[in-house]
């Protein structure tokens, strides 16, 4: 067995870049291997494979390294630090894990992108807006993140869904303010908004609710209509839906 230290004495069969180049399909190379070449390097006493090893140890799976943001891989790198000193994960600081997390979301978007463009989409039903919106689900982040959705006359988008706030608005009269203040930037004539719960189950809080109102409310001031407000949760959750729509479950007048 090869010490998990000793790099440059692997044979080049076992070299990450050497099986890319030799490989007729990527699929036959392990997940640690692929992960190395976005590592690029390894730090002392532990090579770039078996650092690797060690990042998706920490994660329980790729399944779940691949959905992490950068800010919660950080923390789960110090955790993983934290209760397992003889393996540490180190040598990934801010920058490798922006980067590792920029390629996991260029994959995410990759995986969830749609073939026509997004502004030809016509907003219907809320099934649609969670089909726009599902890609912004990250995996393993554990703060809420709000999210509206500008739309014109007939109700196409008029950008992207946009990130208003993050995790630290702690009125939702913040989160109104943000999210109108985008939807006039954009000329908006009605709005969707959403925002993700960390634990995965979508189901609505009494603050969801309150958020809500405070968002009709201002939308009612403004004249720019607030179509519905998503919960989003993980996928599968809510019967396989994803989601609740806030406006199917009555209770506030939209």
């Known amino acids: 067995m090869i010490p998990?230290?000793?790099f440059k004495n692997r044979p080049d069969e076992l070299k990450p870049r050497e099986q890319m180049r030799a490989a007729s399909d990527l699929r036959t190379m392990t997940s640690e291997s692929l992960l190395a070449i976005l590592l690029k390097t390894g730090a002392p006493g532990c090579d770039v494979v078996e650092l690797a090893?060690?990042?998706?140890s920490a994660y329980g799976s790729l399944h779940n390294l691949v959905r992490a943001d950068w800010r919660s891989l950080?923390?789960?790198?110090?955790?993983?630090?934290?209760?397992?000193?003889?393996?540490?994960?180190?040598?990934?600081g801010d920058v490798k894990q922006m980067e590792l997390a920029a390629a996991f979301e260029l994959v995410r978007r990759g995986y969830e992108a749609q073939p026509d463009d997004i502004r030809e989409c016509r907003i219907a039903?809320?099934?649609?807006?969670?089909r726009i919106l599902k890609p912004l689900v990250a995996y393993g982040d554990e703060q809420e993140n709000f999210y509206v959705l500008p739309l014109n006359l007939q109700r196409h988008p008029l950008s992207e869904?946009?990130?208003?706030t993050r995790?630290?608005?702690?009125?939702?009269?913040?989160?109104?303010?943000?999210?109108?203040?985008?939807?006039?930037?954009?000329?908006?004539y009605c709005v969707m908004v959403a925002h993700n719960h960390p634990s995965g189950d979508p189901t609505p809080s009494d603050g969801d609710f309150e958020t809500t109102r405070q968002l009709l409310r201002m939308s009612k001031d403004l004249g720019i209509p607030l179509l519905d407000h998503l919960v989003l949760g993980a996928p599968g959750s809510n019967g396989g839906k994803g989601y609740v729509s806030i406006r199917s479950l009555g209770g506030v007048t939209f």
Do not use: C, Q
């Open 167 to 188: 995790g630290t608005a702690s009125s939702s009269l913040v989160h109104a303010r943000e999210m109108f203040r985008e939807a006039i930037r954009w000329g908006a």
């Open 53 to 56: 090893r060690r990042l998706i």
């Open 74 to 92: 950080g923390e789960k790198i110090r955790r993983h630090n934290r209760d397992w000193p003889d393996r540490k994960i180190l040598g990934i």
């Open 4 to 6: 998990p230290n000793d």
């Open 125 to 130: 039903d809320p099934d649609e807006a969670y």
């Open 161 to 164: 869904p946009i990130r208003v």
